[in-house]
């Protein structure tokens, strides 16, 4: 258990959620074990003890700017940041301001852990609950950090900073935590594979290479091979890196059922496969390309469910933009006939899907499509940055 | 009184009258609704006998039951089982709990014995009790269509004839899951109960309800299991057929195996292919995974094709059907019949003949000579015939459709059942075969017992707010909370409801305690620690390590509290 412990207290860390020396994860099967700096270990035994639940995750986040997310909120302990990640699974985030610490903390901090998969503490952290497995204490604290993060920098560009403290912070975000985007080394493959053996090692590898480069969090995302009349897709839940074994291979004459486990957006894949043939297609959680998508220029709209019915196909630079949501009746129609020409599109406040030839293809497509949307964020905030 | 009518309806056959309880607020606050209701109104007749005449038959809905809130118009039944003798509640879907919580009701409390076969008409104005000797012997289909625009609940030959794992069947073609609660039935002389109504359940906050039914839809759609293009929407439960299958774990043969060579032939694709059925939901049921056939006829699920299929031997998928089909006209469970003639399969040699499955599940619900053994289960006939090892169950309940040596949760659930062998309590296949909420190793022993203990709570909590357990392979406590709390007006948290759900687990474990069962009662046959699954595709399946297996049973009791 211990091994497990150090692998998501790393994760976290190398996925930039986490400062490095600030990170605790805990389990609580007939005994708490833990790893972690010692105010955190404290702190977060007797909360998972209190919750009786098998896993937790407390962590400082590496942002510069994570106190002000709760400073900016000016009545009531809630965020509800409006990206499809926290639209759908952590429907909105829970906080306690530093003024609001007493003698009942850990009864307020199980309170609060009780109701939602995870909270964020001013001058602390997050922390998030794994109901089942310490996986998901890793997963909801990976994905409130994206949500968190997704917020502020949409919030920064409708609203600018507060205060020149914050304007620091971010200065600070910009030059330390941000880092340029670069390619796998050694490259991935680029002729089309046909052998499953080779299939899987290079949908493994190229997963992996998706999120070392940060171009998605936690266990969302998903890739997939069409070689003949067979689509190899990564199963619910899997996380990209860790595809070893989490690969369902589905005929497309619907021969079987066990593709029940596949990528929940297979629907969307099939029908990307229907207009392009053979190939890959990868789908990624890329901030900036999220960011960019929910920044709309029309004032005029009515709808209000945007997100999900917006008719209309906007850009940024030249990707493609649409709404949709996950599974079915949602993305996977609006998807298909945009990527056939882009080979990348994003979907409204969720991420992107790109597709190709081959791996590398598809992979710089991602690749391209956030380094697009990052600069034309910064080019759209210059007068804030 | 939001959510809740607050009115229990308490009937006695023997003197043929009722009368209305009231439920206190309280009360229905602190147990819900549906199974913790129901063990909370059982408690002080748990120890009589399942067919004495002073045991009750409860029925009880939940308080989103008319609330619109998805998946939640779910039925619960409670007795105590003649297959078992444990405690014993099933939950069945179709609209009997719908339209029994429009009579203004919130449940039945059914004692006494009848002096003739009767049955039962009720609706907000009052009770009736219909003379029913001309529908003894009929089918549960003929009795269903002797009343017009209402609910029924019936029992079929099976059940006037107390086969110990009779069923109770509904108009809509659902039935009630396992235990011979239709025994119950039977021998209270009780053949059919009809409800029609129009009282409507009350809502405190509206348009908090309406955000919550969003989310929890918005977590069906995305949910493969659900919605995706081999989900329970699209396939039904038979989609399952294919994944065990590949996953090494369908029992067949008795168990003897755990892969099975003529499964497609039985799988969802197989169905569709040969029937192009139809889509069938509950009452107001988004997922709709019920199927029909071109005749109008109830299509098996999973458990029933399991069982009629790979455990029996059988790959003629006409003839699982037919046999579904007649223990439903007969009123028996599937699941258990299919399990007793395989037990007899085995310990004779031969397995039955597909061809003559109809003809001996009717000797089998009226108790004919040649079938009075086979109408007992399959332990009391196991060991009558000298073979108490091929009986695969555990407390008398014959195992359902995961091979326990494919997956620990799983197998390990088997054994705290407070029914006996059933996977129901705590769904651990939702995360070790269908990765949701997240995929966990299945064949890892590491930390099962407190998961089991919280999947249990959890599933408690939601059988007591009536909330169909398909519903838990994309949505969660955190989901329905808010809709009970904005149906009752009652702020729950998800660690509310766990709470709820532990009483009721621990409540239920107690009272098998005190009807004699002890922890030497909460272990498998042995045939799956000394025997190997079948090895197909580089996968081997190992017998289970028992002392491993012992070890995690005892930390499961140690996390609920019940070493001592």
Same mark, same amino acid.
């Given at each position: 258990? #211990?091994?497990?412990?150090?692998?998501?207290?790393?994760?976290?860390?190398?996925?930039?959620?986490?400062?490095?020396?600030?990170?605790? +994860?805990?389990?609580?099967?007939?005994?708490?074990?833990?790893?972690?700096?010692?105010?955190?270990?404290?702190?977060?035994?007797?909360?998972?003890?209190?919750?009786?639940?098998?896993?937790?995750?407390?962590? $400082?986040?590496?942002?510069?700017?994570?106190?002000?997310?709760?400073?900016? !909120?000016?009545?009531?302990?809630?965020?509800?940041?409006?990206?499809?990640?926290?639209?759908?699974?952590?429907?909105?985030?829970?906080?306690?301001?530093?003024?609001?610490?007493?003698?009942?903390?850990?009864?307020?901090?199980?309170? +609060?852990?009780?109701?939602?998969?995870?909270? +964020? !503490?001013?001058?602390?952290?997050?922390?998030?609950?794994?109901?089942?497995?310490?996986?998901?204490?890793?997963?909801?604290?990976?994905?409130?950090?994206?949500?968190?993060?997704?917020?502020?920098?949409?919030?920064?560009?409708?609203?600018?900073?507060?205060?020149?403290?914050?304007?620091?912070?971010?200065?600070?975000?910009?030059?330390?935590?941000?880092?340029?985007?670069?390619?796998?080394?050694?490259?991935?493959?680029?002729?089309?594979?046909?052998?499953?053996?080779?299939?899987?090692?290079?949908?493994?590898?190229?997963?992996?290479?998706?999120?070392?480069?940060?171009?998605?969090?936690?266990?969302?995302?998903?890739?997939?091979?069409?070689?003949?009349?067979?689509?190899?897709?990564?199963?619910?839940?899997?996380?990209?890196?860790?595809?070893?074994?989490?690969?369902?291979?589905?005929?497309?004459?619907?021969?079987?059922?066990?593709?029940?486990?596949?990528?929940?957006?297979?629907?969307?894949?099939?029908?990307?496969?229907?207009?392009?043939?053979?190939?890959?297609?990868?789908?990624?959680?890329?901030?900036?390309?999220?960011?960019?998508?929910?920044?709309?220029?029309?004032?005029?709209?009515?709808?209000?469910?945007?997100?999900?019915?917006?008719?209309?196909?906007?850009?940024?630079?030249?990707?493609?933009?649409?709404?949709?949501?996950?599974?079915?009746?949602?993305?996977?129609?609006?998807?298909?006939? !945009?990527?056939?020409?882009?080979?990348?599109?994003?979907?409204?406040?969720?991420?992107?899907?790109?597709?190709?030839?081959?791996?590398?293809?598809?992979?710089?497509?991602?690749?391209?499509?956030?380094?697009?949307?990052?600069? $034309?964020?910064?080019?759209?905030?210059?007068?804030?940055? | 009184?939001?959510?809740?009518?607050?009115?229990?309806?308490?009937?006695?056959?023997?003197?043929?009258?009722?009368?209305?309880?009231?439920?206190?607020? #309280?009360?229905?606050?602190?147990?819900?609704?549906?199974?913790?209701?129901?063990?909370?109104?059982?408690?002080?007749?748990?120890?009589?006998?399942?067919?004495?005449?002073?045991?009750?038959?409860?029925?009880?809905?939940?308080?989103?039951?008319?609330?619109?809130?998805?998946?939640?118009?779910?039925?619960?039944?409670?007795?105590?089982?003649?297959?078992?003798?444990?405690?014993?509640?099933?939950?069945?879907?179709?609209?009997?709990?719908?339209?029994?919580?429009?009579?203004?009701?919130?449940?039945?409390?059914?004692?006494?014995?009848?002096?003739?076969?009767?049955?039962?008409?009720?609706?907000?104005?009052?009770?009736?009790?219909?003379?029913?000797?001309?529908?003894?012997?009929?089918?549960?289909?003929?009795?269903?269509?002797?009343?017009?625009?209402?609910?029924?609940?019936?029992?079929?030959?099976?059940?006037? #004839?107390? !086969?110990?794992?009779?069923?109770?069947?509904?108009?809509?073609?659902?039935?009630?899951?396992?235990?011979?609660?239709?025994?119950?039935?039977?021998?209270? #002389?009780?053949?059919?109960?009809?409800?029609?109504?129009?009282?409507?359940?009350?809502?405190?906050?509206?348009?908090?309800?309406?955000?919550?039914?969003?989310?929890?839809?918005?977590?069906?759609?995305?949910?493969?299991?659900?919605?995706?293009?081999?989900?329970?929407?699209?396939?039904?439960?038979?989609?399952?057929?294919?994944?065990?299958?590949?996953?090494?774990?369908?029992?067949?043969?008795?168990?003897?195996?755990?892969?099975?060579?003529?499964?497609?032939?039985?799988?969802?694709?197989?169905?569709?292919?040969?029937?192009?059925?139809?889509?069938?939901?509950?009452?107001?049921?988004?997922?709709?995974?019920?199927?029909?056939?071109?005749?109008?006829?109830?299509?098996?699920?999973?458990?029933?094709?399991?069982?009629?299929?790979?455990?029996?031997?059988?790959?003629?998928?006409?003839?699982?059907?037919?046999?579904?089909?007649?223990?439903?006209?007969?009123?028996?469970?599937?699941?258990?019949?299919?399990?007793?003639?395989?037990?007899?399969?085995?310990?004779?040699?031969?397995?039955?003949?597909?061809?003559?499955?109809?003809?001996?599940?009717?000797?089998?619900?009226?108790?004919?000579?040649?079938?009075?053994?086979?109408?007992?289960?399959?332990?009391?006939?196991?060991?009558?015939?000298?073979?108490?090892?091929?009986?695969?169950?555990?407390?008398?309940?014959?195992?359902?459709?995961?091979?326990?040596?494919?997956?620990?949760?799983?197998?390990?659930?088997?054994?705290?059942?407070?029914?006996?062998?059933?996977?129901?309590?705590?769904?651990?296949?939702?995360?070790?075969?269908?990765?949701?909420?997240?995929?966990?190793?299945?064949?890892?022993?590491?930390?099962?017992?407190?998961?089991?203990?919280?999947?249990?709570?959890?599933?408690?909590?939601?059988?007591?707010?009536?909330?169909?357990?398909?519903?838990?392979?994309?949505?969660?406590?955190?989901?329905?909370?808010?809709?009970?709390?904005?149906?009752?007006?009652?702020?729950?948290?998800?660690?509310?409801?766990?709470?709820?759900? $532990?009483?009721?687990?621990?409540?239920?474990?107690?009272?098998?305690?005190?009807?004699?069962?002890?922890?030497?009662?909460?272990?498998?046959?042995?045939?799956?620690?000394?025997?190997?699954?079948?090895?197909?595709?580089?996968?081997?399946?190992?017998?289970?390590?028992?002392?491993?297996?012992?070890?995690?049973?005892?930390?499961?009791?140690?996390?609920?509290?019940?070493?001592?």
């Amino acid at each position: 258990m #211990n091994n497990e412990l150090f692998y998501y207290q790393s994760k976290l860390e190398r996925d930039g959620c986490g400062k490095p020396g600030r990170v605790a +994860m805990f389990t609580q099967d007939d005994a708490i074990a833990a790893v972690g700096p010692d105010d955190l270990l404290d702190l977060g035994k007797r909360v998972i003890r209190e919750l009786g639940l098998p896993a937790l995750a407390l962590y $400082e986040p590496a942002l510069p700017f994570y106190n002000s997310v709760i400073k900016k !909120v000016s009545s009531g302990n809630t965020i509800i940041p409006t990206d499809t990640e926290t639209r759908t699974f952590l429907h909105d985030i829970p906080f306690i301001r530093k003024s609001e610490f007493d003698d009942n903390l850990i009864t307020r901090l199980t309170e +609060m852990l009780g109701k939602r998969k995870g909270i +964020m !503490v001013e001058n602390l952290g997050i922390i998030t609950v794994g109901p089942v497995t310490l996986e998901q204490a890793y997963i909801n604290a990976s994905s409130l950090f994206h949500a968190v993060f997704v917020k502020y920098l949409l919030d920064l560009h409708q609203c600018g900073f507060s205060s020149e403290n914050e304007c620091e912070e971010f200065n600070n975000f910009r030059q330390h935590w941000l880092k340029p985007l670069s390619y796998p080394d050694p490259p991935l493959r680029t002729g089309l594979l046909t052998n499953p053996k080779d299939i899987y090692n290079e949908m493994t590898r190229t997963g992996s290479e998706t999120v070392k480069a940060h171009l998605v969090d936690s266990a969302f995302g998903n890739i997939s091979c069409k070689s003949g009349d067979v689509i190899y897709i990564s199963q619910t839940g899997a996380s990209l890196d860790a595809l070893y074994g989490c690969i369902d291979p589905v005929p497309l004459d619907n021969s079987t059922t066990c593709g029940i486990t596949a990528s929940s957006e297979l629907l969307a894949h099939r029908l990307i496969y229907e207009q392009i043939g053979d190939g890959v297609i990868l789908h990624g959680h890329p901030k900036f390309s999220i960011i960019m998508s929910m920044l709309c220029d029309n004032s005029d709209c009515t709808e209000e469910e945007c997100w999900n019915r917006c008719p209309v196909v906007r850009n940024c630079r030249d990707v493609p933009i649409v709404s949709g949501e996950i599974g079915a009746g949602g993305l996977a129609e609006k998807i298909s006939p !945009v990527i056939k020409n882009s080979g990348r599109v994003i979907v409204f406040g969720h991420g992107v899907f790109t597709s190709g030839r081959n791996f590398n293809e598809a992979f710089d497509a991602m690749l391209q499509t956030e380094v697009a949307c990052r600069d $034309e964020y910064f080019h759209r905030n210059r007068s804030n940055c | 009184m939001n959510g809740w009518h607050g009115r229990l309806l308490v009937i006695d056959l023997t003197t043929r009258t009722c009368r209305t309880e009231s439920l206190s607020h #309280n009360r229905l606050l602190t147990f819900l609704g549906g199974r913790g209701l129901a063990v909370e109104l059982f408690q002080d007749y748990a120890h009589l006998d399942p067919f004495s005449a002073d045991i009750p038959l409860i029925f009880t809905t939940g308080p989103l039951s008319g609330s619109g809130t998805p998946a939640s118009e779910r039925l619960c039944i409670l007795s105590r089982s003649p297959l078992t003798g444990t405690l014993f509640d099933t939950t069945a879907g179709g609209s009997f709990a719908y339209t029994l919580k429009t009579t203004g009701h919130d449940g039945l409390f059914i004692s006494g014995t009848s002096d003739r076969p009767v049955a039962l008409r009720i609706q907000p104005s009052g009770i009736e009790f219909l003379e029913a000797d001309s529908l003894w012997g009929k089918t549960t289909s003929e009795t269903i269509a002797a009343f017009t625009a209402c609910s029924v609940a019936a029992i079929g030959p099976a059940g006037e #004839n107390r !086969v110990l794992y009779a069923n109770i069947v509904f108009s809509d073609g659902d039935n009630d899951g396992r235990g011979g609660l239709g025994a119950v039935m039977g021998a209270k #002389n009780l053949k059919a109960i009809a409800v029609e109504g129009d009282c409507l359940t009350t809502i405190a906050e509206p348009f908090k309800l309406e955000l919550a039914q969003q989310k929890i839809l918005r977590l069906f759609r995305a949910s493969p299991a659900i919605m995706g293009p081999f989900g329970l929407h699209e396939y039904g439960t038979p989609t399952f057929i294919d994944l065990t299958n590949q996953r090494q774990m369908l029992p067949t043969r008795n168990f003897k195996a755990t892969h099975f060579y003529g499964a497609k032939d039985l799988s969802g694709p197989a169905i569709r292919n040969a029937l192009s059925p139809q889509h069938d939901s509950c009452h107001d049921c988004f997922i709709a995974c019920k199927k029909r056939g071109g005749d109008n006829q109830r299509l098996p699920e999973y458990s029933a094709l399991s069982h009629f299929g790979p455990l029996l031997n059988i790959c003629n998928l006409q003839s699982v059907i037919d046999a579904n089909t007649a223990c439903r006209e007969m009123g028996l469970d599937a699941i258990s019949a299919a399990s007793t003639l395989a037990t007899q399969g085995e310990i004779t040699g031969t397995f039955p003949n597909p061809d003559a499955l109809k003809k001996i599940l009717s000797q089998i619900s009226h108790r004919h000579k040649e079938a009075k053994s086979l109408s007992l289960g399959s332990r009391r006939l196991a060991g009558e015939s000298g073979h108490p090892e091929a009986s695969m169950t555990v407390k008398s309940l014959e195992l359902p459709a995961f091979d326990p040596r494919g997956a620990i949760g799983i197998a390990l659930s088997y054994c705290t059942s407070s029914l006996g062998g059933s996977h129901v309590r705590g769904h651990m296949e939702s995360s070790e075969i269908l990765r949701k909420p997240v995929a966990i190793d299945r064949f890892s022993f590491s930390g099962k017992g407190r998961l089991l203990k919280i999947a249990e709570d959890a599933h408690a909590a939601y059988d007591s707010m009536m909330v169909c357990p398909n519903a838990f392979y994309a949505a969660s406590l955190e989901e329905y909370a808010e809709a009970v709390s904005a149906v009752t007006g009652h702020d729950y948290s998800p660690a509310d409801l766990s709470q709820i759900g $532990e009483k009721i687990v621990n409540t239920e474990q107690r009272i098998n305690r005190r009807n004699g069962f002890s922890v030497d009662d909460d272990m498998l046959p042995a045939r799956f620690f000394q025997e190997k699954g079948t090895s197909e595709d580089n996968l081997t399946l190992p017998p289970l390590d028992k002392n491993a297996f012992s070890a995690e049973l005892l930390r499961y009791y140690r996390v609920r509290n019940l070493d001592n």
